[in-house]
């Protein structure tokens, strides 16, 4: 349970190598769990995969 957001979540690490000079945020915006969208707060039962849609925004330093 996430107490800042008061919704359940998931702890994903992702090896993620920036070959630019600029800094990049990384952020999922769809999330799947066993074919199953994930709305808000509310995980459903995860029994053999997820699925996500990254995104990477540039930042201008």
């Known amino acids: 349970m ?5 919704e359940e979540k998931v702890g994903v ?3 993620v190598k920036n ?3 600029n800094t ?3 952020q999922s915006h769809e999330v799947y769990a066993d074919g199953k969208m994930v709305y808000g707060g ?3 039962d995860m029994e053999n995969d997820i699925d996500l849609t990254l ?3 540039m930042i201008l330093n």
């Open 2 to 6: 996430d107490n800042d957001w008061d």
């Open 13 to 15: 690490t992702f090896g």
């Open 19 to 21: 070959k630019r000079d």
């Open 24 to 26: 990049i945020e990384v």
């Open 42 to 44: 509310d995980l459903p």
């Open 55 to 57: 995104y990477y925004m």
